[in-house]
């Protein structure tokens, strides 16, 4: 594919973030053009349709039948669930794939997205949006820098999620379509059994509600958050502890990176209006914490809070390094990859081992939890 050509995009899942994010702003940039829509809500993907001005006979219930649309040469896979069969089908039909979070529920089909993609000569991307943040990419090179110079003994991840339905009605109100309760109990019953197969695979066919609940957490919420970690730092050398509670909504863990580094990774229920998520990293003589607004807030500002010692006190500055959307940024990202062949940021590789991560953090909470 040449540069400037047009890229037909297909889009599976038609729910809020779709709606919010990736539909608007693949409009947005020049070389996307919005070709086929996939929901299996037909009322949804009939409604979301007409707003975007995807013909009827471009709009799907069946990945399957998307992937196959001609004039599509990449598919955004957004739906609820496992992305990996749609990615799987649309690669192997030779488009370019890009899934939200999680990549996938078991690391088996993570390794089968991999191949399939590689086989097929197309790119895989993995929509951890954060690791595109401007701000974010400013801290990084400030981490950077922390890191060389040896200084970094502590890192604190602190993850609480504001209550989803309420920030996104708050925001968007009547312009969000939601699906009218159209979908078959039977297409229910099978999605619903796929999910439940997988996560026997990731934890075992005993692991309880809560291990479960937990899992799709860290998978759902905290997977962005380890994403940038890895990014930034590395693979952790090792998982020290892992403890699950509250059912399933708290988690922390505490990983090594290295034998002088720690990292805490925390989270817990959450039903408040404000979003409660940030990454600070504690050196000697300064301390950089990144604070994330709501992902549902269009160009809301990502803050990086810098304090330094200075003479017998501190100083303390604030930077934003820009303003520009990360979920636009990423879209960018992706289309740049396809262009030139370069492996995006944020690989199947990154979505694997942040899938593996969870599997293993959870496992070790599951197993201190029986002694």
């Known amino acids: 594919m040449g540069k400037n050509t047009e890229i037909g995009v297909g889009v599976v899942g038609c729910g809020a973030i779709a709606q919010v994010m990736h539909l608007p702003y693949l409009e947005e940039i020049p070389e996307f053009r919005v070709s086929a829509l996939c929901d299996v809500s037909a009322s949804q993907v009939a409604a979301v349709g007409a707003r975007h001005h995807v013909p009827p006979n471009r709009q799907y219930a069946d990945f399957r039948d998307l992937a196959a649309c001609p004039g599509v040469d990449a598919v ?16 192997r039909a030779g488009k370019h794939v890009f899934v939200e979070k999680p ?3 078991a690391p088996r089909e993570a390794d089968e997205m991999i191949a399939a993609a590689e086989t097929a000569g197309v790119q895989l991307m993995v929509g951890y949006m ?20 040896d200084e970094i003994r502590f890192i604190r991840v602190h993850d609480i999620c504001h209550d989803n339905a309420h920030v996104i009605a708050d925001l968007y109100g009547s312009a969000i379509v939601h699906s009218q309760d159209d979908i078959a109990l039977e297409v229910r019953a099978q999605l619903a059994a796929q999910s439940q197969a997988l996560l026997d695979e990731a934890l075992g066919a005993d692991a309880s509600s ?34 699950v509670w509250d059912d399933g909504q708290g988690l922390v863990t505490i990983l090594e990176f290295g034998e002088k580094v720690r990292c805490v990774l925390e989270t ?15 050196g000697a003589l300064r301390q950089a914490t990144l604070e994330f607004p709501s ?5 809301a500002a990502t803050v990086l809070r810098v304090r330094e010692n200075a003479g017998p006190g501190y100083s303390e500055r604030q930077v934003v390094s820009s303003l520009a959307e990360a ?13 030139t062949g370069k492996k995006p940021l944020t690989d199947g590789l990154l979505g694997k081992r942040n899938v593996e991560l969870g599997q293993e953090v959870v496992k070790l909470a599951q197993g201190a939890k029986k002694k």
């Open 76 to 91: 955004l896979v957004l739906s609820a669930g496992s992305h990996a069969p749609a990615a799987i089908a649309a690669a």
């Open 103 to 105: 990549m996938c529920l």
């Open 130 to 149: 954060k690791a595109y943040d401007p701000t974010y990419q400013t801290a990084r090179e400030l981490w950077r820098e922390m890191r060389e110079a």
């Open 210 to 243: 809560a291990a479960r609940r937990a899992y799709g957490k860290f998978l759902g919420l905290l997977t962005h958050d380890t994403s940038i970690l890895m990014l930034a730092f590395g693979e952790p050398s090792r998982v020290l502890s892992a403890e």
């Open 268 to 282: 817990s229920r959450g039903g408040q209006h404000w979003m409660d998520e940030s990454l600070a990293v504690y």
């Open 295 to 299: 992902p549902y807030h269009r160009n």
């Open 327 to 339: 979920f636009k940024r990423e879209l960018e990202h992706f289309r740049d990859c396809i262009f």
